[in-house]
């Protein structure tokens, strides 16, 4: 495993202080191991549009503008401070 990989536990751990529905953690650990929208969209069996709506509650209940913002919450920090 590469330090960039976050296992689910790890992930669950974060995740779960924003208050997020079961599908909105299952959608977010998948955008954090690097899914494209329309992969998730497909082996959910939804709409793309659908997934982007899902990402939008996500990311304002975790206070972050976007998707890039939000990987860097489960990256591993180098330096602590």
């Not at 689910?8 to 997020?20: M, N």
């Not at 998948?30 to 959910?44: E, T």
């Amino acid at each position: 495993m590469t330090q960039s990989e976050i296992t689910k536990d790890q992930y669950l751990k974060i995740a779960q202080k924003f208050g997020l529905t079961k599908r909105e953690l299952e959608l977010g650990f998948l955008k954090v191991c690097g899914f494209s929208n329309r992969r998730i969209a497909y082996m959910f069996g939804i709409s793309e549009q659908t997934v982007k709506n899902h990402f939008t509650h996500i990311y304002e209940k975790a206070w972050v503008p976007g998707r890039n913002e939000f990987r860097e919450l489960f990256a591993p920090s180098e330096n602590p401070q």
